[in-house]
């Protein structure tokens, strides 16, 4: 019983992770053909194909949007954890409105994300409710530009990815001894030097946990920088979609997905050595 209950995982990982993972590794070293399936794989006669690897090192164009997917992850990460440190205390102490305030981090979750990113669309707009809004009060004769910018695309990252940092910032949070920060009080600490010399080193691995957690996923996302982001913003996701399905240039495609896979595997390793620890 127990070789089976191991079983059925290890099969359950080989067949939606390792195979697929192991697919793309083959097709990162094709050649790109005219077919169905797009690509001739290795064994078909023409050997390996090192160039759709040596193209990424090579071509300015794959590698600015390796960068500016991590950079956009990172900043998306950054910002959330400032959201996300006030939110997970308060929720933490707030009491019997506790699971009320943490039904509210959740509760975007109950909508479909495309629903979501439709409404910030309907938000950012130049006739959207936001323009009104300055335009009522009369900051502005002229509607702002707000949709399909980085700014735009950077507050549908946070909306989207926030719960996932304040979930373990709120998890550490419910473990700490207020009566630490109080005692710093008492004996003559401000508020903000207690925080920062208390209750902050406390939460160290639960932020780089929740750095991660939002990183790791933001640095692939495609559909907010599409809805949301202007035409320059050349993310890997975009990227990607453009060689898989307007190019069809799968074997290229495929070597970006495992060059975005190499940039991540030390952010994962850290993130599952934070979770043992905790």
Not at 133 to 146: A, F, K, N, Y
Not at 196 to 223: K, N, S
């Amino acid at each position: 019983m127990r070789i089976a209950l191991r079983l059925i995982p290890g099969l359950w990982l080989a067949l939606l992770v390792a195979a697929p993972l192991a697919l793309v590794g083959v097709m990162a070293l094709s050649w790109q053909a005219e077919g169905v399936p797009p690509y001739s794989p290795p064994w078909a006669g023409e050997g390996t194909n090192p160039e759709n690897l040596r193209l990424l090192a090579e071509d300015p164009y794959y590698r600015d949007s390796l960068g500016q997917s991590l950079l956009v992850a990172a900043l998306t990460a950054a910002l959330c954890l400032l959201l996300a440190i006030p939110m997970g205390i308060a929720i933490a102490r707030a009491g019997k409105w506790r699971n009320a305030l943490l039904g509210a981090v959740l509760l975007p979750f109950w909508t479909g994300f495309l629903i979501r990113i439709g409404a910030w669309i309907g938000l950012l707009r130049d006739e959207g409710w936001i323009n009104a809004i300055i335009r009522g009060l009369g900051w502005t004769d002229q509607p702002l530009h707000l949709l399909y910018t980085h700014g735009a695309m950077l507050v549908g990252m946070v909306h989207a990815y926030l719960p996932f940092a304040v979930l373990p910032l709120f998890a550490a949070a419910t473990r700490l001894d207020p009566l630490l920060e109080q005692a710093a009080e008492d004996l003559g600490a401000t508020p903000g030097r207690a925080f920062l010399t208390i209750t902050l080193p406390q939460l160290l691995p639960a932020l780089a946990a929740a750095f991660l957690l939002v990183f790791i996923p933001a640095a692939g996302e495609y559909v907010i920088p599409e809805l949301l982001g202007p035409p320059n913003a050349t993310l890997v996701g975009r990227v990607l979609f453009q060689e898989f399905f307007q190019s069809r240039d799968w074997p290229v495609a495929s070597a970006l997905a495992v060059a975005l896979l190499v940039l991540l595997i030390g952010p994962i390793i850290l993130f599952q050595r934070l979770g043992r620890a905790a």
